[in-house]
Every structure is written in structure tokens, then in C-alpha cells.
């Protein structure tokens, strides 16, 4: 029979639990330091296989120049932490990193960086450019068993800790009447999956 296009896609159901915390402090008139983390935790009510936790720490610094520019410089590291182990243990430990036991969840260790440089050009109209990398300093992957073979979480589930690589934005930024703002952005990115 045809299945409605409900119960295709059934398996991405989930509940999301996410708290963050930031903290800003100006460290001179010119520079402003902020520093963050943040948990969250994904629990899938079909493939409970794929639940994980994850913990995210951030540091950036931003710096204001006279001539109307300002300077980001940010660093964040992210850990991903799926619950179970996998089923196989020949499939743990495949990628980046060191193999682990049988008994060892699956997990993800990414730090990325980023310079995003913003010009002002008029009260209302500024321009920004953003470059950053992002690298998988430790991966093991989760696998999933199926009638098709194993199934790993990068093919069911795209998030940032699947790939790795160096993206870019330039972003056009115009205050319109009303407290409106209109941005134009582009953005590249190349993605290594490992």
C-alpha cells in the first residue's frame, strides 16, 4: 500500500532538550570578551540508537577600531556523546581517533574557528566577511544494522559533526525605517566527510 508522507519520515521524530549559559565582559573600551557552553540532548522515539548528548564551549573576542570595523575572533569545541554503544564492535573506532572497546559509545570531538571582519559604511549600511574552519579532532562513528548493512548516523542525520572543511560568508547589511534590517548573504562551504 502507499504510505503517507507522515509516516516516511516517522524515524527523524524526537525531543530536544537544550540550556546555554553566556557570559560578556567588556575587556577594554575597545574590546569585548564573551564565553558561553551550551548542552543538548536528542532523544529519537524510533532509532533511540541515535540518541546523544552534547556539550559545546565557546570563547570570542571582538574588537572596535575607530575607523568603524570590528574584528570577531571566535573558537568553539563540541563534543557529541551517543548513549548506547554500537551493536557491532568492529564498527567502532572507524574514522579520525584512536579505536575504542566494544564498550565505548560513539562519539565526536570538533573545534572550529572563525575571523568574521564587519565594516560600517554609512549610519545604516555595512558589510561583513566571515571565514572559518571546522575539523573533527576525534571521531567514532554510529552505526546502525539494517536489512541494507550497516547505516551510519552521517547518512541518516547531516549535522556540523559529520563533516569537516572550511566555509566562508559575506553578508550585506542595510537599517531600513521602522527598526527594520534587510541582509543580503552569501555563503561557501566545502564539506569532507570522514
Known amino acids: 500500500g502507499i504510505r503517507s508522507d507522515r509516516e516516511e519520515y516517522a524515524f527523524y521524530d524526537h525531543t530536544a532538550l537544550s540550556l546555554y549559559t553566556t557570559i560578556k565582559t567588556p575587556l577594554s ?3 569585548l570578551g564573551r564565553a558561553g557552553y551550551t548542552f543538548r540532548m536528542m532523544r529519537f522515539s524510533e532509532l533511540t540508537a541515535f540518541d546523544y548528548a ?9 574588537f572596535f577600531l575607530p575607523s568603524r570595523t570590528t574584528i570577531i575572533a571566535e573558537a568553539n569545541l563540541g563534543f557529541k556523546l551517543y548513549r548506547t ?19 565505548s559509545s560513539p562519539s565526536v570531538t ?9 565594516q560600517g559604511f554609512t549610519g545604516t549600511t555595512g558589510l561583513s566577511f566571515t571565514g572559518g574552519y571546522q575539523i573533527n579532532l576525534q571521531k567514532e562513528v554510529r552505526y546502525l544494522g539494517s536489512d541494507y548493512g550497516m547505516i551510519s548516523d552521517d547518512e541518516i542525520f547531516d549535522d556540523h559533526y559529520g563533516y569537516e572543511g572550511p566555509q566562508a560568508a559575506l553578508m550585506l547589511t542595510q537599517m531600513l525605517p ?12 566545502r564539506r569532507s566527510y570522514a
Do not use: C
Open 85 to 103: 554503544p554500537n551493536d557491532d564492535s568492529s564498527a567502532v573506532g572507524q574514522g579520525r581517533g584512536r579505536g575504542k572497546s566494544a564498550t
Open 54 to 62: 552534547e556539550h559545546s564551549l565557546f570563547a570570542q573576542t571582538s
Open 110 to 118: 570538533q573545534a572550529t574557528g572563525l575571523i568574521r571582519i564587519g
Open 178 to 189: 521602522w527598526e527594520s534590517t534587510a541582509r543580503l548573504t552569501g555563503s561557501w562551504q
Open 29 to 31: 573600551e575597545s574590546i
